[in-house]
């Protein structure tokens, strides 16, 4: 395989995992990371250690006190140069996102798109960030809010959006003055240390202060160190619904601030009203896309009854003619799981939907052969359920598909709703009352809520995350800038005498 990326985006063998801002240090332990395309060692990545971490932090804390005074479209000026950059290397950066993740070279260079889109957005937002203004109750008062930075923002996460996620939390904060550190996940190291190297150069080029965006690796225990250090304001956590406890347990009892998107089990209702066209594509890509390892990703399909046996025939047909293999060929849909382990846990999951007693339309299985001697390679599978199964309700990282057939709308709403988690969801129709219904308070319960268009793909303009098990944060567009900072209510008296509020008497 052409490798040619690695270079061009300056990685090696060994890199530095610790970087504070401009400084990079090599600790003496590493983290190899090996492709889950061909199983072949990209590179390795050092470990945080906690002295290395406390280094880190000061020089986040001693960034933060220029950062914040920056003001903030000059904040954004800088944003606009890592734009610039990404947009130079969205081919190398797509292709590493796809080698290292897995995922297909279209989805890799996506997902660098969305870093170029949010880079668009938080420029446009570093002019926009504003509070409101109150009337005072009281005469010659001034009341209004203003919004500041918290100071070190701690960004954890996942391997399945290696460079998104990340672009989301980070370019937001820093263009609302604060100072982030960055911990990527173990699985996909060396998409962190692509996108710190990037982010340097525009530091560098800027005379930007040391330490306002660094980055940290290792397990668990480095993610520990920035969830119960009192120094770091927030942690943005994305990963799986029993790290997010995990985190908002140990944040929370610091009473720290956590932003949480965690898990989803995402369903599509189809009406006898849809299109069937276009629930074929949209479900074909949300059950499938990344290989099913999206937060997004489409696991349940609620079918009404009188054309669930066409849905059936159709996806019957659709998934053979699914190209599985090296994500990096664009003749390929499908590319590998993250690594065995995942490989094991969606085998373990087909099992227990047989056990559960489902039947399995389109069969399951791992890919044996030279084209996916990395033993991550499976097969993209759609079984028969009932809703309720316990399998179903759990949400497994993998392409698997559930078809669930229903005879009443108000009992989709209900399948759609009775999951733990509530992150995405979407209906198919052409029926206003239909869509209208899904939309209202009586209809879908989670953060996103599609109509006619699948669960995954959202654009960064909205606020992106959901509800329950989902842990309740919001990240990316509309106002999710607002978890970033700290609201100060402010009220000027310009007058003369110092009226109580409540008309309150308290004379001497
Ligand atoms: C995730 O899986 O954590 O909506 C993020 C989508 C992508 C982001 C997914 N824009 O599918």
């Not at 701690?154 to 290696?162: E, W």
């Not at 629930?279 to 059950?287: C, E, I, R, S």
Request: contains cysteine; glycine residues 10%.
């Amino acid at each position: 395989m052409d490798k040619r990326f690695l270079k061009q985006l300056g990685l090696r063998k060994h890199n530095a995992g610790t970087m504070t801002g401009l400084e990079s240090t090599n600790s003496s332990k590493y983290i190899k990371s090996f492709s889950p395309v061909d199983g072949e060692l990209i590179g390795s990545v050092s470990k945080t250690t906690r002295e290395e971490y406390d280094a880190v932090i000061a020089a986040a804390q001693e960034a933060f006190k220029t950062w914040r005074l920056l003001p903030a479209p000059k904040r954004g000026e800088i944003i606009r140069q890592y734009g610039e950059e990404l947009r130079r290397m969205k081919d190398p950066l797509g292709r590493l996102v796809s080698y290292e993740m897995g995922k297909s070279l279209q989805e890799g260079w996506g997902e660098v798109q969305e870093m170029i889109d949010i880079c668009d957005f938080a420029v446009g937002l570093s002019r926009q960030l504003y509070g409101l203004s109150m009337h005072s109750e009281r005469p010659g008062h001034r009341m209004y809010e203003q919004w500041h930075p918290l100071g070190i923002v701690g960004v954890i996460s996942a391997f399945n959006f290696p460079v998104a996620v990340w672009s989301w939390n980070a370019m937001i904060a820093l263009v609302c003055g604060d100072v982030v550190v960055w911990k990527p996940s173990e699985k996909a190291p060396m998409c962190g240390v692509a996108c710190q190297q990037l982010f340097q150069k525009v530091l560098q080029e800027n005379e930007v202060p040391e330490g306002v965006c660094s980055l940290i690796n290792g397990d668990y225990k480095v993610g520990e160190f920035l969830t119960k250090d009192e120094r770091v304001a927030l942690v943005s956590a994305t990963g799986s619904i029993r790290m997010g406890k995990i985190v908002a347990a140990t944040v929370g009892a610091r009473l720290g601030k956590t932003l949480l998107e965690l898990g989803g089990n995402n369903a599509i209702i189809v009406t006898p009203n849809a299109d069937l066209d276009i629930v074929l594509t949209g479900a074909l890509f949300g059950a499938v896309g990344t290989a099913g390892q999206r937060c997004t990703s489409t696991r349940r399909l609620i079918v009404h009854e009188s054309i669930y046996d066409e849905v059936k025939q159709k996806l019957a047909k659709a998934y053979p003619q699914l190209r599985i293999g090296d994500p990096l060929d664009e003749n390929n849909h499908v590319g590998p799981l993250i690594d065995t382990q995942a490989v094991d846990q969606y085998l373990s999951a087909i099992e227990a939907v047989e056990r559960e007693g489902g039947n399995f339309l389109v069969e399951g299985g791992r890919l044996e052969g030279d084209a996916y001697s990395s033993g991550c390679y499976v097969k993209p599978c759609i079984a028969e359920v009932e809703h309720d199964f316990e399998i179903v309700h759990h949400e497994t990282f993998a392409p698997i598909l559930y078809l669930i057939k229903y005879s009443d709308l108000s009992e989709a709403l209900a399948y759609n709703n009775e999951v733990p988690q509530g992150l995405s969801s979407a209906i198919m129709t052409n029926n206003l009352r239909e869509a209208e219904l899904f939309l209202s308070a009586a209809g879908s319960d989670c953060g996103i809520a599609n109509v006619n268009i699948g669960t995954s793909g959202a654009e960064i303009g909205g606020a992106f995350g959901g509800e329950k098990e989902t842990g309740g944060g919001r990240e990316s567009g509309s106002d999710a800038w607002k978890a970033y900072m700290r609201r100060q209510t402010n009220t000027i008296n310009y007058s003369e005498t110092l009226p109580l509020a409540q008309g309150i008497k308290f004379d001497l």
